[in-house]
């Protein structure tokens, strides 16, 4: 099938590599001219695992092209897929100007019939004004459809290639039927493709963040208050987690949900309650909470090393939003980061990819270092962020001998209470026994 992908940021281009893979013709469009160049040029230009093969194996078949045009991509495709952002505004709603904008030229400029494809995460009610907006300019037949996509960073390609389920809002036989002949190849084990009107559609995919982001949460309060009367949020977790009601898939309590999901679906879901006259009382309760994890490890540090921080240097391990991505929006390290500047802490960081784009952000606000026993060496402590799997089983010895004092402020639970005693660190966690 002959498909068109608008807005190439981590969910466009794995969608346009991923359909490209199962043997369509797909041109992905993208405004900025330098990505546009790069990809040309078959380079990719997010770290995203296992992208990279896929990318070239179907640049090198002809079968994933680039454009800067969305007019040639209007030529090209019968599915035009809309990946564009939906940012957070002001009032926390998501801006629904990028999708609007294109919706209107593809109005302009289609000639012939065409399925508009809302993949970007949008509130309920945006396949109605993509179809307002579109049909103000339409000389043709056209269809709207919502299909939210349900990636995580990290593991965009496999979830692509083998959902769980494919949601499909659409009211149109027609459109239907492309969209099932299109993801037909992913579902060959079973699983679902669940067509639904476009508002259910566009709801399920905020439910869904939503309610993974107050399971998160509820789990984040449990070990807080594990910290106050001396249990074992990990202990809690498997054992609440083994209850295939609950499940054991994020529990994982932390410093806070971040990226460019959550927080900003939470929100949108949030201020999509008020303007329809519903107070959603719980996802109010989750957005504050989260707020405040973000820093959960702040007073702990502040407890151990002193309100006044200058004169210290930390090292920080991990600064992607989670771990295999470069992804730093709304990262907790970034908040961690804030505040220990502000009390005038000298920072090193080490990340294995987010740290030029934390770089382009912060500049030499904080040193970056080669690796991650660089970064510790001749600091007073260190403070880790994200759990990339090289932080979990690190050197201790290494670790003694490079930090000024063996103290480890750790805002993802690597390491063993018992383990970090016997290694003679003093070390701080999130739901557990501090090892003083
Ligand atoms: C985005 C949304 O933010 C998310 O809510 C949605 O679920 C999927 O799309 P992401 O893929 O991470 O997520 O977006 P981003 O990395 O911001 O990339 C968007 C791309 O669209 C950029 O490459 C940008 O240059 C491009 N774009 C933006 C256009 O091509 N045209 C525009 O008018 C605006
Ligand atoms: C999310 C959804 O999972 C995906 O389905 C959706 O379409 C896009 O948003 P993503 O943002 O890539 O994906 O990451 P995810 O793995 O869901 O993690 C989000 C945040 O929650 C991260 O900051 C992560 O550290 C945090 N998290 C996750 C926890 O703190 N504990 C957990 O147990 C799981």
Known sequence: ?????????????????????????????????????????????????????????????????????????????????????????????????????????????????????????VPVGTAEKVTAVVAKHATVDFDVVSNPEFL????????????????????SEK??????????????????????????????KYAANSFLATKITFMNEIANFCEKVGADVDKVRIGMGTDSR?????????????????????????????DNLYNFQILDAVINVNNKQKTALIPKVVSHLGEDLSGKTIAIWGLAFKPETDDIREAPSLYIIDEL???????????????????????????????????????????????WSIFRTPNFQKLRENLKAPIIFDGRNLYDIAEMEKEGFTYFSIGRKNVL
């Open 1 to 121: 099938m002959k498909i068109t992908v608008v807005g190439t940021g981590y969910v466009g281009l794995v969608t346009g590599t991923c359909l490209a893979e199962t043997g369509n013709d797909v041109l992905c469009v993208d405004i900025d001219k330098n990505k546009v160049a790069k990809m040309q040029n078959g380079e990719v230009p997010i770290y995203e695992p296992h992208l990279d093969i896929l990318f070239e194996r179907n640049i090198n078949a002809g079968r994933l092209k680039f454009t800067t045009e969305l007019e040639e991509g209007l030529t090209h495709g019968q599915i035009i897929f809309l990946a564009l952002p939906t940012p957070e505004d002001e009032d926390g709603s998501a801006d629904l100007s990028y999708v609007l904008g294109v919706a209107e030229n593809i109005g302009k400029l289609m000639t012939d019939y065409k399925v508009i494809v809302d993949k970007s995460t």
């Open 152 to 171: 995580r960073e990290g593991f965009a390609v496999d979830d692509f290639l083998k959902p769980e389920r494919i949601v499909i809002g659409s009211s």
């Open 175 to 204: 459109a239907t039927q492309l969209m099932e002949r299109l993801y037909k190849p992913f579902v060959r084990s079973g699983n679902p493709i669940i067509i639904m009107d476009e508002k259910s559609a566009e709801l399920t």
């Open 246 to 274: 609950i499940g054991k898939r994020f529990l994982f309590p932390g410093i806070g949900y971040g990226g460019s999901c959550f927080p900003k679906d939470v929100k949108a879901l949030h201020k999509s309650g008020k």
């Open 341 to 387: 500047l502000s009390r005038g802490a000298t920072l090193k960081a080490f990340d294995p990819e987010a740290m030029d784009n934390v770089q382009r952000k912060l500049g030499d606000k904080i040193t970056y270092a080669d690796s991650m026993y660089d970064a510790i060496e001749n600091t007073d402590a260190l403070i880790i962020c994200t759990e």
